[in-house]
């Protein structure tokens, strides 16, 4: 029975080929179990993360490698025509290189995860994804180009070919393109961070995310505005999150009865209020209160004071205003509101004919 021919191989020949796939199926098997129970707690016990990145990048390829190798020496016990064994050599050649491929693209992407993926102060490098992408297109690319020059593929004429669709492909896609460089100029040249609070053109707000097309930033009505991130790269960028310190200008009117020495008065109480008040900065440099106009209902003095970075500006804007009320009330210092005095002058000439 077992000298019956099928597809003109015999029956025992299709048996040894079945048998051989089975074999390598089992070895990957058994290869898998040897992993998990043996190198990966020993590659991970170790302080280098060297052997850790190897292991990943192996594990997988090297299981599939296994596979083909046994269905290619199990196809070619059997008998075939010729035209059939070419296709699958060919098929064969381009699946050896793609698995090449796949560990190096392993390789590479663990390398950068572990070396290269945290910044020094601990967080996340916000450049991995879009690079480590941009990788793993190079490396595949170069692998499939390969691939098909391997199997007699006339590589010259295929890439003119996709020379001229490429042209038509990139004017179509120019603003993704613009928009992808637009990402790589954020993320090295680091003019805000996610988190940050900005301003973009008239919108201020707080950035959540920062992707490859576009970035994302909330605004004070909890809403997400997006921006396409060329257009972040060709506009004015206000980093309010980076200031030192806020700074807060006043105008204050006081009443035009207000004397000279209660003048010189109020500007000492304001110089002095900043020491009171937490999270403003009391460094005499930073404090200005000057005497700078008459206007039409109160003269004007103009004051200049500086919220530290940690203090909340709603909350120590408020705390400041509180003081100088109470300090002016005290000090019987009256703020002016708008007012007109009108004088009428009698004629003199009615007063004689009544």
Not at 62 to 78: D, S, T, Y
Not at 126 to 143: A, C, H
Not at 194 to 202: L, P
């Amino acid at each position: 029975m077992l000298e019956n021919e099928l597809w003109g191989n015999t029956i025992e020949n299709w048996g040894i080929s079945i048998l051989i796939i089975l074999g390598a199926i089992i070895i990957v098997k058994l290869l898998s179990l040897l992993g998990k129970k043996v190198i990966k707690p020993f590659v991970t016990g170790t302080d280098n993360h060297l052997d850790d990145v190897i292991f990943y990048s192996l594990e997988a390829p090297v299981k599939f490698a296994i596979i083909l190798l046994g269905i290619w020496i199990a196809i070619h016990r059997l008998v075939y025509p010729d035209s059939f064994v070419k296709v699958v050599d060919n098929a064969y050649s381009i699946l050896i290189v793609l698995d090449i491929t796949w560990f190096f693209g392993r390789l590479f992407s663990s390398l950068l995860q572990v070396y290269w993926g945290k910044q020094s102060n601990g967080q996340a490098n916000k450049m991995m994804p879009i690079i480590k992408r941009t990788i793993l297109v190079i490396v595949w690319l170069i692998g499939i180009v390969m691939a098909l020059s391997n199997v007699g593929v006339n590589i010259s004429a295929l890439l003119g070919t996709l020379g001229i669709g490429g042209i038509a492909f990139a004017l179509a896609a120019q603003d993704t393109v613009k928009n992808v460089f637009g990402a790589f100029t954020i993320l090295t040249d680091k003019p805000f961070s996610i988190g940050d609070t900005i301003r973009v053109d008239s919108y201020e707000g707080t950035v959540v995310d920062v992707g490859v097309r576009s970035t994302k930033i909330m605004n004070y009505d909890k809403r997400i505005i997006t921006f396409p991130n060329y257009k972040i790269t060709d506009t004015s960028i206000v980093n309010i999150s980076s200031e030192p310190m806020r700074r807060v200008v006043l105008n204050l009117g006081l009443t035009y009865d207000t004397t000279s020495e209660k003048m010189k008065e109020a500007l000492e109480l304001l110089k002095s209020i900043p020491k009171r008040v937490e999270n403003v900065s009391s460094n005499p440099s930073d404090i200005v209160a000057v005497f700078t106009e008459y206007s039409d209902s109160a003269l004007v003095i103009m004051y200049i004071y500086f919220i530290e970075k940690q203090g909340d500006i709603l909350g120590v804007t408020s705390n400041m205003n509180m003081e100088i009320l109470a300090a002016f009330n005290k000090a019987g210092l009256n703020l002016a509101f708008p007012t007109r005095t009108v004088y009428i002058q009698k004629d003199e000439s009615l007063k004689q004919e009544n």
